[in-house]
Nanobody, 124 residues
């Protein structure tokens, strides 16, 4: 399984970005899960949002609910993270992960496969 993120960059506070994760070697037609995580300098990696591409169920970390939206284009085997109203504290490396241990309202964690990450920097 390979995951390749893109779409990161520098944006001003209040702006928007859309991250993309192209996935290969992963079956979008079963109940596997894909998620977006981020890791800021000096902090632990945290799960932000996850999706079950099969039925498009989605779950979000409370701190990004309403600002971030995860979606999938199963034909393109791509998962997106639309981010709006970005804040300086959203600055981090954003990772795509697949085959999670936990994808629910309680936790988003334990990806078996990882991409290399995409830097998002939000200036004030």
């Amino acid at each position: 399984v390979q995951l390749v993120e893109s779409g990161g960059g520098l944006v001003r506070a209040g702006g928007s970005l859309r991250l993309s994760c192209v996935v290969s070697g992963f079956n979008f037609d079963d109940e596997g899960t894909i998620a977006w995580f981020r890791q800021a300098p000096g902090k632990e990696r945290e799960g932000l949002a996850c999706i079950v591409p099969y039925d498009r169920d989605t779950y979000y970390r409370r701190s990004v609910l309403g600002r971030f939206t995860i979606s999938s284009d199963n034909a393109k085997k791509t998962v997106y993270l639309q981010m709006s109203d970005l804040k300086p504290e959203d600055t981090a490396v954003y990772y795509c992960g697949a085959a999670l241990d936990y994808c629910s309202v309680y936790d988003i964690a334990g990806a078996k496969y990882w991409g290399r990450g995409s830097q998002v920097t939000v200036s004030s």
